[in-house]
């Protein structure tokens, strides 16, 4: 791939910085290093030396390579080093004013035809150009810790930002062996922005009393395929870098309720209890290793079990129940109506349990709900209402437990744990694509690359059915009035005129 950046330097040299330097010299770029901070450019490149090594030991590379990437990294000791650079990517302090302050000097310095880019995870990339002569040569460039891992940038384009450098970004991105998604200046980006749905939702399932905090991350790492839970990755990530940025996104869009953080990890932050960092966060490390995690509630096995009602939502869920059932030889009731002391089985979407049975018309003390939006295969959750007797409750555990497949059974929940996760990740995904901040691919290639989900938000809509996400939200909206649930505009078109989610004019 062709494109004229043959030097680029990099403007602090901590972590993101040293990791942009190592995938820029190792892809054959001239790579300059220069920080504020006295000695910290030279001892950025004998740490790059000391990975080249270890990559070599690891016969990841061979010793020309790591040579000829120790040689393309020089040490810059003043700005004006960096006068003949094609591109300059700052990862200095998250300060608007100095990053203002900077780009003014260098300016001063490089050429018209240099491109200067900031790795900010924040801020505005048009705010960042607005003291510049060439607000168009401001481009934002937003890598992921760790840089050489995490293969996806995201290359941002500024109100001003000339759409040639954009591509010039793009093209060196596919060198530097990163998948570049290109987004429009707006708060959060993509990654940052899309992310907002997964911590939120299971925060307010956990204020709700739903269940603990173990039940959720199982459901959506066991069950939906999650590669963590939402807890799990909070404490992982740390409620310093984690709880800002919820409350950062909040306020930049003039609190849009779509991205409500909550007070519960405000209040672990201030008493310092960040996640695995400090020994303690939702779960317990202090001893080393994760502790505090409640398990898996095994059912007893019960010699009579009541015959089964079911209703549902959708006829291929009713017909996964039925199949379940006569496997495991348990009576179904077909009437149209419950006899009744028949288990009423109720299949539905974006709905307690209390609400589904008023709904159908049947007895709430014989309900529960059963949350089929991701098959029964790998793991089953369970609502029983308030009043759901429990001989009901038990008997339904023990059913859908006869194969040994792992059953949570969960407080009443308008919309079960994971319908509410996955319909706020898509719902989120949709809105991004409906304000045009970026294509339906980058958007679905940045979430699989940079939150590790098994698919981008727009494409899982399609593969679960945008009209099962469509009800769980228009449910959930009716029944609690909060506008974070509304559906977006993009999912109720496509919805209503049998379209892929991916679908685009
Ligand atoms: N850490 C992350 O996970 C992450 C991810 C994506 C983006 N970012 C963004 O990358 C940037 C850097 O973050 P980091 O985590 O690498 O920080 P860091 O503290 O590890 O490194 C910053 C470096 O910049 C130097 N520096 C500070 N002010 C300077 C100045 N005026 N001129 C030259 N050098 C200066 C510091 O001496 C330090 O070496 C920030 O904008 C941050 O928002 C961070």
């Given at each position: 791939?062709?494109?004229?950046?043959?030097?680029?330097?990099?403007?602090?040299?901590?972590?993101?910085?040293?990791?942009?330097?190592?995938?820029?010299?190792?892809?054959?770029?001239?790579?300059?290093?220069?920080?504020?901070?006295?000695?910290?450019?030279?001892?950025?490149?004998?740490?790059?030396?000391?990975?080249?090594?270890?990559?070599?030991?690891?016969?990841?590379?061979?010793?020309?390579?790591?040579?000829?990437?120790?040689?393309?990294?020089?040490?810059?000791?003043?700005?004006?080093?960096?006068?003949?650079?094609?591109?300059?990517?700052?990862?200095?302090?998250?300060?608007?004013?100095?990053?203002?302050?900077?780009?003014?000097?260098?300016?001063?310095?490089?050429?018209?035809?240099?491109?200067?880019?900031?790795?900010?995870?924040?801020?505005?990339?048009?705010?960042?150009?607005?003291?510049?002569?060439?607000?168009?040569?401001?481009?934002?460039?937003?890598?992921?810790?760790?840089?050489?891992?995490?293969?996806?940038?995201?290359?941002?384009?500024?109100?001003?930002?000339?759409?040639?450098?954009?591509?010039?970004?793009?093209?060196?991105?596919?060198?530097?062996?990163?998948?570049?998604?290109?987004?429009?200046?707006?708060?959060?980006?993509?990654?940052?922005?899309?992310?907002?749905?997964?911590?939120?939702?299971?925060?307010?399932?956990?204020?709700?009393?739903?269940?603990?905090?173990?039940?959720?991350?199982?459901?959506?790492?066991?069950?939906?395929?999650?590669?963590?839970?939402?807890?799990?990755?909070m404490d992982l990530t740390g409620l310093?870098?984690?709880?800002?940025?919820?409350?950062?996104?909040?306020?930049?869009?003039?609190?849009?309720?779509?991205?409500?953080?909550?007070?519960?990890?405000?209040?672990?932050?201030?008493?310092?209890?960040?996640?695995?960092?400090?020994?303690?966060?939702?779960?317990?490390?202090?001893?080393?290793?994760?502790?505090?995690?409640?398990?898996?509630?095994?059912?007893?096995?019960?010699?009579?079990y009541p015959k089964v009602w079911i209703?549902?939502?959708?006829?291929?869920?009713?017909?996964?129940?039925?199949?379940?059932?006569?496997?495991?030889?348990?009576?179904?009731?077909?009437?149209?109506?419950?006899?009744?002391?028949?288990?009423?089985?109720?299949?539905?979407?974006?709905?307690?349990?209390?609400?589904?049975?008023?709904?159908?018309?049947?007895?709430?003390?014989?309900?529960?709900?059963?949350?089929?939006?991701?098959?029964?295969?790998?793991?089953?959750?369970?609502?029983?209402?308030?009043?759901?007797?429990?001989?009901?409750?038990?008997?339904?555990?023990?059913?859908?437990?006869?194969?040994?497949?792992?059953?949570?059974?969960?407080?009443?929940?308008?919309?079960?744990?994971?319908?509410?996760?996955?319909?706020?990740?898509?719902?989120?995904?949709?809105?991004?694509?409906?304000?045009?901040?970026?294509?339906?691919?980058?958007?679905?290639?940045?979430?699989?690359?940079?939150?590790?989900?098994?698919?981008?938000?727009?494409?899982?809509?399609?593969?679960?059915?945008?009209?099962?996400?469509?009800?769980?939200?228009?449910?959930?909206?009716?029944?609690?009035?909060?506008?974070?649930?509304?559906?977006?505009?993009?999912?109720?078109?496509?919805?209503?005129?049998?379209?892929?989610?991916?679908?685009?004019?």
């Amino acid at each position: 791939m062709t494109h004229p950046i043959k030097k680029i330097a990099i403007i602090g040299v901590g972590v993101m910085g040293s990791g942009i330097a190592q995938i820029a010299a190792q892809s054959g770029h001239i790579t300059y290093l220069y920080d504020a901070k006295a000695g910290a450019a030279q001892q950025a490149k004998q740490q790059l030396a000391i990975t080249f090594q270890k990559l070599l030991d690891k016969n990841k590379i061979t010793t020309e390579y790591a040579d000829a990437a120790n040689a393309n990294l020089l040490i810059a000791n003043e700005l004006h080093d960096l006068k003949d650079c094609d591109l300059i990517v700052e990862a200095i302090v998250e300060r608007l004013d100095i990053k203002q302050s900077l780009m003014s000097q260098l300016e001063a310095i490089v050429p018209e035809t240099t491109i200067l880019a900031s790795n900010t995870s924040s801020l505005s990339i048009t705010a960042i150009a607005s003291n510049c002569k060439h607000p168009e040569r401001v481009a934002g460039y937003h890598f992921f810790n760790p840089v050489p891992l995490m293969k996806v940038v995201e290359v941002i384009q500024g109100l001003k930002t000339d759409p040639k450098h954009i591509e010039t970004l793009n093209q060196l991105s596919r060198v530097l062996g990163h998948r570049p998604v290109v987004a429009k200046d707006t708060p959060g980006f993509i990654i940052n922005h899309a992310g907002r749905a997964y911590g939120t939702e299971a925060l307010k399932i956990l204020n709700e009393n739903v269940t603990d905090i173990s039940e959720i991350d199982r459901i959506l790492r066991d069950g939906v395929g999650f590669r963590m839970g939402p807890f799990e990755l909070m404490d992982l990530t740390g409620l310093d870098v984690s709880h800002p940025v919820m409350e950062s996104i909040y306020h930049q869009y003039y609190e849009e309720a779509r991205y409500r953080p909550n007070s519960l990890t405000k209040q672990m932050l201030e008493a310092k209890q960040l996640g695995r960092k400090v020994g303690q966060g939702f779960y317990d490390y202090r001893t080393g290793s994760k502790t505090g995690e409640t398990s898996a509630k095994v059912a007893e096995r019960l010699t009579l079990y009541p015959k089964v009602w079911i209703a549902a939502d959708f006829e291929d869920d009713k017909q996964l129940l039925i199949n379940y059932l006569t496997t495991h030889n348990i009576q179904l009731d077909v009437g149209a109506k419950p006899q009744a002391d028949s288990l009423c089985l109720l299949a539905c979407y974006g709905e307690d349990t209390t609400h589904a049975a008023l709904r159908l018309n049947v007895n709430p003390a014989h309900s529960v709900a059963i949350d089929m939006l991701y098959g029964i295969e790998k793991h089953r959750t369970l609502m029983p209402s308030l009043i759901t007797e429990v001989t009901y409750s038990h008997a339904a555990h023990s059913i859908f437990n006869l194969d040994g497949a792992m059953v949570s059974t969960i407080g009443e929940s308008i919309g079960f744990v994971a319908q509410r996760i996955l319909a706020m990740v898509i719902n989120l995904g949709c809105d991004i694509a409906q304000q045009a901040i970026a294509s339906v691919d980058d958007i679905n290639a940045a979430v699989r690359l940079g939150l590790g989900y098994p698919f981008g938000p727009i494409e899982w809509g399609d593969e679960i059915g945008s009209n099962k996400i469509l009800l769980i939200l228009n449910r959930i909206t009716a029944l609690t009035s909060d506008p974070r649930y509304r559906p977006s505009p993009w999912l109720q078109r496509r919805v209503a005129l049998n379209l892929p989610l991916t679908f685009t004019t």
